[in-house]
T-cell receptor, first 114, second 113 residues
């Protein structure tokens, strides 16, 4: 049972480069989300999706795009990397958007922008 | 809007000491409350949760009680082990926040042998 799988685990980018962080879940979860984790700031929501074809912005969406063409996959695209995007990124999924269901997290992608 | 405030860390304890990590929240209505744990190099995983006032969540010797009157959800463990060293996040999810999960800043716990 793979759960939530993120790739890559580590990435170094140069300023201005673009890349896609991959996220896949095999639990048939309706809700998926992307967070970034920075020291002393906890997790901040970047984008989320309540189902295939539906996405919305979170707390810190600037510089990131998402799409949800299937239930399983929810990639995060960095359009033009900046040093301020150096962070650890987590993808999470939940059985449903509403209600009291908990989130399942991937192992994270540590991104450094130089 | 909804928010979660946790005590700042790091917290350093000796093995078998009593642990309390304070968590208070701001939200209208009746959100669900969660504690997540993050071990080094890993993603977060659910530790326990409570979905209504006066509920007690418990798991692996940890427990927390949903206190509506004090808007708190403090995490406690009677006797910590070295293996409990991790970062602990308090979180809430509720209708007033559009059902998005809001996390506290996290509290790092070090347990010494």
């Amino acid at each position: 049972n793979a759960g939530v799988t993120q790739t890559p685990k580590f990435q170094v980018l140069k300023t201005g480069q673009s890349m896609t962080l991959q996220c896949a879940q095999d639990m048939n979860h309706e809700y998926m989300s992307w967070y970034r984790q920075d020291p002393g700031m906890g997790l901040r929501l970047i984008h989320y999706s309540v189902g295939a074809g539906i996405t919305d912005q979170g707390e810190v969406p600037n510089g990131y795009n998402v799409s949800r063409s299937t239930t399983e996959d929810f990639p995060l695209r960095l359009l033009s990397a900046a040093p301020s995007q150096t962070s650890v990124y987590f993808c999470a999924s939940s059985y449903s958007f509403t209600g009291n269901t908990e989130a399942f997290f991937g192992q994270g992608t540590r991104l450094t922008v130089v | 809007g909804n928010s979660v405030t946790q005590m700042e860390g790091p917290v350093t304890l000796s093995e078998e000491a009593f642990l309390t990590i304070n968590c208070t929240y701001t939200a209208t209505g009746y959100p669900s409350l969660f504690w997540y744990v993050q071990y080094p190099g890993e993603g977060l995983q659910l530790l326990l949760k409570a979905t209504k006032a006066d509920d007690k969540g418990s798991n692996k010797g940890f427990e927390a009680t949903y206190r509506k009157e004090t808007t708190s959800f403090h995490l406690e463990k009677g006797s910590v082990q070295v293996s409990d060293s991790a970062v602990y996040f308090c979180a809430l999810k509720g209708e007033s926040g559009g059902f998005k999960t809001i996390f506290g800043a996290g509290t790092r716990l070090f347990v010494k042998a």
